[in-house]
Nanobody, 121 residues
């Protein structure tokens, strides 16, 4: 029903910035809350940021608050600044069949394939 595709990943130096985008298909997209998660090799997938369907409410993991900004228009975006090596991971876009945003992986119904973000020291 909803297909997601992330883009914008790459390699950056610590302290740099990167902007990820999530393109979505499906008419229900505008009514779904969206989230960003990330997963490093050998680690669990962690919550990064989320935004409600209207874009009026956002949530962030403590580790990225003040550095990352989630937004949505025709796509869901994640602006990342002051990047740290610990931010290195595959970043995933997710959609939830609900208006309100949540922080748990199980709360989302659709997932993108992911895009690699590597932050060098």
């Amino acid at each position: 029903q909803v297909q997601l595709e992330e883009s914008g990943g790459g390699v950056v130096q610590a302290g740099g910035s990167l902007r990820l985008s999530c393109a979505a298909s499906g008419r229900a997209f505008s009514f779904y809350a969206m989230g960003w998660f990330r997963q490093a090799p050998g680690k669990e997938r962690d919550f990064v940021a989320a935004i409600m369907s209207s874009g009026g409410r956002t949530m962030y993991a403590d580790s990225v608050k003040g550095r990352f900004t989630i937004s949505r228009d025709n796509a869901v975006n994640l602006q990342m600044s002051s990047l740290k090596p610990e931010d290195t991971a595959v970043y995933y876009c997710a959609a939830r069949r609900a208006i309100g945003a949540v922080t748990t992986e199980s709360g989302y119904d659709y997932w993108g394939q992911g895009t690699q973000v590597t932050v060098s020291s």
